[in-house]
């Protein structure tokens, strides 16, 4: 696989808090990739939002599931 023919990926995970680059990239390439990252700071939560990142795991549990709770209520 080069540069130019990343068809073949379908998912990237990001083991720290900078996901938010990982997806500023993929939207600019226009590329449809799934991204799962790490932590819940404010730029990750904005691409989370847009839909650029699928999924967030926070180092917080309990303040994630108050998120998700609050989001459903």
């Known amino acids: 696989m080069n540069a130019n ?3 073949d990926i379908h998912s990237i995970f990001v083991p ?3 996901s938010y680059i990982v ?3 993929l939207v600019k390439s226009k ?3 799934r ?3 790490y932590d819940l700071i404010e730029k990750n939560k904005a691409f989370l939002k ?3 990142i ?3 795991i926070h180092q917080k549990a309990e303040e994630q599931e108050y998120v998700g709770i609050n989001a459903i209520c």
Request: glycine share 10%; hydrophobic share 45%; aromatic share 4%.
């Open 35 to 37: 991204v799962v990252g």
């Open 31 to 33: 590329l449809k990739v």
């Open 5 to 7: 023919n990343a068809t």
């Open 23 to 25: 997806a500023q990239h």
């Open 50 to 52: 847009d839909g650029a």
């Open 54 to 56: 699928e999924f967030l």
């Open 16 to 18: 720290n808090s900078r």
